[in-house]
C-alpha cells in the first residue's frame, strides 16, 4: 500500500512568515493529494486539494505543489496568522476508489 | 442539514466488551468511511462503504466490522474491544469519488473511545 511521510512534526513560525510543510509518497499511483486542518478536539477539514496532472494550486494565502517525479507534494502558508495554529495532514491516494492514506501530522504554531 | 453526525461522543469500555459507534449522513452521499486516529499519527482508514448493502476492508481492519444496511447509516462495531483499540474514531462520507464527482470528504466531529 501507499506510505506517506510528512515532515516536519511541529513548526513554529512568527506571524507574517511563511510555513512550509513537506509530505513524499511511494506509490506512483496515487493521483490525488489533499491536505487538511484540523483544530484542536475538532473534525479535519479540507484546505486544499491537487491532482496528478496539475503541479500547483493557490489558495489565497495557501499553495500546493506537486513533484511526481520525486513523489513530493508541500503545503505553502503565506502571511500566517494566529489562526492558522493547528495540526496539519497531507494524503495521498487514488482518487477513483476515494482510498486516502494521511501523513503523521504537523502542528503548527504561530505566534503573535 | 446536520450532516455527518456521529454517537456517541465518548466512551469508556472494559477490555473484552462490545459495542457499536454509529455515524450518519443527511446528505444522500454514496460512500461512507470509518477512521481512526492515534496521537502522533494521522488518520487511518478501517473500513469503507461504497454504497448500501457493501463493505471493504481498509488499511486497518482487524478487530472490527461494519455494516451498511441503508445508505444513510454506517455503523462500526468491535467485537471484543482490547486496550490498543483506544482511539478517536471519525466517520466520513462522500458524494462519490473525488475523480468522477470533485466532491470532498465530509468528516463527523469523532468519537473518543477508551478501553480499559
Known amino acids: ?112 | 442539514n446536520a450532516g455527518v453526525t456521529q454517537t456517541p461522543k465518548f466512551r469508556v469500555l472494559k477490555t473484552g466488551q462490545s459495542m457499536t459507534l454509529l455515524c450518519a449522513q443527511d446528505m444522500n452521499h454514496e460512500y461512507m468511511y470509518w477512521y481512526r486516529q492515534d496521537p502522533g499519527m494521522g488518520l487511518r482508514l478501517i473500513h469503507y462503504s461504497v454504497g448500501e448493502g457493501t463493505t471493504a476492508k481498509g488499511e486497518v481492519p482487524d478487530g472490527y466490522n461494519v455494516s451498511r444496511l441503508k445508505k444513510q447509516n454506517f455503523l462500526l462495531g468491535l467485537e471484543s474491544a482490547a486496550p490498543s483499540q483506544t482511539s478517536v474514531y471519525f466517520c466520513a462520507s462522500s458524494y462519490g469519488t473525488v475523480w468522477r464527482s470533485n466532491q470532498p470528504q465530509h468528516f463527523g466531529d469523532g468519537t473518543r473511545l477508551s478501553i480499559l
Open chain 1, 1 to 112: 500500500g501507499e506510505n506517506v511521510e510528512q515532515h516536519p512534526s511541529t513548526l513554529s513560525v512568527q506571524e507574517g512568515d511563511s510555513a512550509v510543510i513537506k509530505c513524499t509518497y511511494s506509490d506512483s499511483a496515487s493521483n490525488y493529494f489533499p491536505w487538511y486542518k484540523q483544530e484542536l478536539g475538532k473534525r479535519p477539514q479540507l484546505i486544499i486539494d491537487i491532482r496528478s496532472n496539475v503541479g500547483e494550486k493557490k489558495d489565497q494565502r495557501i499553495a500546493v505543489t506537486l513533484n511526481k517525479t520525486a513523489k513530493h507534494f508541500s503545503l505553502h502558508i503565506t502571511e500566517t496568522q494566529p489562526e492558522d495554529s493547528a495540526v496539519y495532514f497531507c494524503a495521498a491516494g487514488e482518487s477513483y476508489f476515494n482510498k486516502f492514506y494521511f501523513g503523521s501530522g504537523t502542528k503548527l504554531n504561530v505566534k503573535p
